[in-house]
């Protein structure tokens, strides 16, 4: 022990400390002008980041591994650890010798630097707390400040996760129900961290954070309970409370439609399969000129709406923007020069806030009243803008028009995140008093420097200013001789002498007092705008809300242009009615090789809820079920969708599933994820859900899995009713559907198509024919005497 001891020292002893305390996160210790990390972090970081790993070398001891970041880079390399997955905790050195070292813990989720941040996706950290029978969940973007909360029961858990695009989870407490809750967790395949807040009082930090009770009117006793542990663990990572907080937003399970992990990936809603954006039909649909925009779309087509008024308030708004090309294009203009106002006033709240934030303001606000002046003409004849543009009004008035006037009068052109010299000059006459100051002194010491060197005869004697003795006059040590009572030497180095005066002590002092002095205006000042903007802050995110809105349906608007769709109606029959349907994102694939993609009808109807489709691989089997399935969401996000006509029942539920031989999934067995899969849309699903199920039951032998997938099938026909498309390349499967009386047998067409192409890609009545195996075979070239042979044991069977 004793020799131990001695061997660290109080740095390597206080290190370990720190990492015994947080032993998730990567320990960065400031020691002067560097970030020094040891041990077995310094390792991880040194390979993350392409560092220099050195060994700190010790009498007695083994050395200990070590990398040093300098502080400039800090942010950057803070940045890629998040991002890799990491989360990093920062020793601050203290703020007197002697004092305590602040500490900044920093997660995907608690992270409201910029440069972290994808500014297109939210940034959400979610809470979740099970409360007997039902699970509180409260989620906050603290870029933005923006909270919303919900109670659902642990089986509509992960629907409820999808919407709010978790980076960062919670749990504050598992009980009943701890098992469902368990697997929706592990399921969104986000970071999660365990907290017991036992020793927290919880309403407390409620009443912190919202001092006016009316602002969590409401909200139940789980939601309450996440709420409090989101704070708390907020408070924990970020070392104080969001201020000013708006009322969390009720997200509302039954407004819209529950979509869930599995589906959303499947679907390629929102990433690829590889992970990437560009392959997904947020990329087709996105036009968005401002990252809220695209953010507000996220969060849409995670959670479609389910209610025929909203959706169709919506398709008004991007009906009013596809038939008015030049309006659209005049506000896409303005929004596009409009700052990220929420993420701006998100640090404000918690006083993150630099003088780039208040510019940002100033600029919304110029850009929100631009917009108010495009849209108010039409604001009376378009019902769904009348919000809207109420919003961007109410930026033109009273403490929003004093703040826009203030800023406009106060800021220079771009302001920066350092304060010094945020302000323009002419603002204020102490600040230019002191400035005059500062500049007045600067002048004395050119002056004097001259006057020296007159007086020394040294030409070349120069005063400078350094971190270590300040203000010096310096002079080659040839000449240091020379100058003798009043200067006194103060630094000899081996080409140059450093002296100081008492002339220039005098105006040292100057200098320092005239820059205090600007520092402390300057600072006054700030603290005194970011005051006016705060109480702002209610009205600016409404304002930034109906610009995010605004933006949204006029890039849907833009996109329906551009890809030459049309209006969808909605209505809640059991119904889908989609004439000549294209799947957009295959549409455009095809497009750029100069192909063209066969447009296919999809009737369904109560008597025609079940669609069995079956055809050779690669007919165009699972292109056609993700086509349905997109128009279904982009209709109900209030977006046109490609097709020349489309009539779409609401869908309270979507599920899809794509078999497990389409998929690799580490870990679980993939037919136990099939099944489990399965098992979820039968428990879950109602008659006015959509259910597609691609080649399901692949995973096993045959007879099982074609066992099962019949029994599946027969549920959701005969007991649960809802809307079902199939797809299997079993013919067997299809001939059991036939006796059922509302499923209809449909079936890809295996000719070949009329400029060589494989298939057709066209949608027929009735069941493909057996034998397409052997015509794959034989386009893939397999000698005509085995393909003959083959045909031969086939007929045999
Ligand atoms: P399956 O599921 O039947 O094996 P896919 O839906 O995966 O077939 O389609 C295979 C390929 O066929 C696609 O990658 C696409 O290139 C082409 N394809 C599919 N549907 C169409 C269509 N409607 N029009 C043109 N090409 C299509
Ligand atoms: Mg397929």
């Known amino acids: 022990m004793e020799q131990q001891a001695q061997a660290a020292s109080p740095m390597v002893t206080a290190y370990r400390d720190l990492k015994a305390r947080h032993p998730d996160f990567l320990v960065f210790y400031r020691v002067g002008e560097f970030y020094e990390i040891l041990e077995t972090d310094a390792t991880r970081v040194s390979q993350m980041l392409g560092l220099q790993l050195t060994r700190r ?184 409370l969001p201020t000013a907080m708006l009322s969390p937003r009720h997200l509302m399970m039954g407004d819209v439609m529950e979509i869930d992990a599995p589906t959303l990936q499947g679907l390629e809603i929102l990433t690829d399969a590889t992970g990437r954006r560009d392959g997904a039909l947020l990329h087709v649909l996105d036009r968005s000129v401002t990252a809220a925009g695209t953010r507000l779309l996220v969060r849409q087509l995670a959670a479609p709406l389910a209610n025929p008024e909203q959706i169709r308030r919506r398709l008004s708004l991007v009906r009013h923007f596809v038939e008015n090309p030049r309006q659209r294009g005049d506000c896409r203009e303005a929004l596009g020069a409009m700052p990220d106002v929420l993420r701006a006033a998100g640090r404000l709240s918690v006083g993150k806030a630099t003088p780039l934030d208040l510019g940002a303001i100033r600029d919304a606000l110029g850009q929100a009243w631009t917009l108010a002046e495009i849209l108010s003409p039409v604001s009376a004849v378009v019902p769904g803008l009348k919000p809207i543009v109420r919003d961007l009004e109410q930026m033109r008035q009273g403490d929003a028009l004093a703040l826009r006037e203030t800023l406009r009068r106060a800021l220079i052109a771009q302001p920066e995140r350092d304060i010094a010299d945020f302000v323009k000059p002419g603002f204020d006459r102490e600040l230019d008093a002191a400035r005059a100051a500062r500049d007045e002194v600067a002048e004395a010491l050119t002056q004097l420097q001259a006057q020296l060197a007159e007086q020394t005869g040294v030409r070349s004697l120069k005063i400078r200013r350094n971190a270590l003795i300040g203000f010096h006059i310096e002079v080659s040590t040839a000449h240091a001789s020379g100058l003798t009572s009043p200067f006194v030497l103060r630094q000899g180095l081996a080409s140059s002498a450093r002296f100081t005066h008492p002339a220039l002590d005098d105006l040292a002092a100057k200098t320092e007092t005239a820059s205090t002095r600007i520092q402390a205006i300057e600072e006054a000042l700030f603290k005194n705008f970011v005051q006016q903007a705060l109480v702002l802050r209610d009205g600016l995110a409404r304002m930034a809300h109906a610009a995010a809105a605004l933006d949204l349906v006029a890039g849907l608007a833009q996109a329906a242009a551009e890809g030459g769709w049309v209006e969808p109606t909605l209505d809640h029959a059991p119904h889908l009615d989609i004439e000549q349907g294209r799947h957009p994102l295959a549409e455009n694939l095809l497009e750029a090789e100069g192909r063209t993609f066969e447009a296919n009808d999809c009737v369904m109807s109560a008597d025609r809820r079940l669609w069995m489709l079956t055809g050779p691989n690669m007919a165009g089997k699972s292109t056609f079920l993700r086509q349905v399935a997109v128009i279904v969401i982009m209709a109900q996000i209030g977006s046109f969708v490609p097709a020349r006509q489309a009539r779409i029942g609401i869908v309270d539920r979507l599920f899809s599933r794509i078999g497990a031989g389409d998929r690799l999934v580490a870990g679980q067995s993939t037919f136990m994820v099939e099944m489990l899969e399965t098992a979820a849309i039968l428990t879950r699903a109602t008659h006015q859900s959509l259910v597609i199920l691609d080649e399901v039951g692949r995973g096993t032998s045959t007879h099982d899995g074609l066992a099962i997938a019949q029994a599946v099938m027969e549920y959701l026909h005969d007991t649960i009713q809802a809307r079902a498309l199939f797809a299997t390349h079993f013919h067997e499967l299809a001939v059991t559907a036939t006796p059922m009386p509302h499923a209809v047998c449909m079936r890809m067409d295996d000719a070949e198509g009329r400029h060589g192409e494989l298939f057709t890609y066209k949608v027929l009545p009735g069941i493909a024919a057996q034998s397409f195996g052997l015509k794959i075979a034989a386009l893939a070239g397999i000698p005509t005497s085995v393909i003959e042979r083959a045909r031969y044991l086939l007929q045999a069977r």
């Open 57 to 240: 070398r010790r009498k007695d001891a083994p050395d200990i591994p070590m990398c040093g970041v300098p502080s400039g880079r800090a942010e950057e390399a803070t940045e890629r650890l998040l991002r890799a997955g990491y989360h990093v905790a920062l020793s601050e050195q203290p703020e007197e010798p002697g004092g305590d070292r602040p500490l900044r813990l920093l997660t995907p989720g608690t992270s409201v630097q910029d440069a972290v941040l994808d500014a297109r996706a939210p940034n959400g950290l979610v809470a979740l707390y099970a409360l007997g029978a039902v699970v509180g969940l409260a989620a906050i973007d603290l870029s933005t400040g923006e909270t919303m909360s919900c109670a659902v029961a642990p089986q509509q858990l992960s629907a409820a996760l999808a919407r709010t695009t978790p980076r960062e989870i919670v749990v504050a407490q598992w009980q009943e129900g701890g098992e469902e809750m368990a697997k929706a967790v592990r399921a969104s395949g986000v970071p999660v961290q365990r907290r017991e807040n036992s020793e927290e009082n919880l309403p407390d930090l409620l009443q912190e954070a919202y001092p006016d009770p009316a602002l969590l009117r409401g909200l139940s006793e789980a939601e309450r309970a996440a709420l409090g542990s989101l704070l708390s663990y907020t408070k924990t990572m970020v070392g104080r």
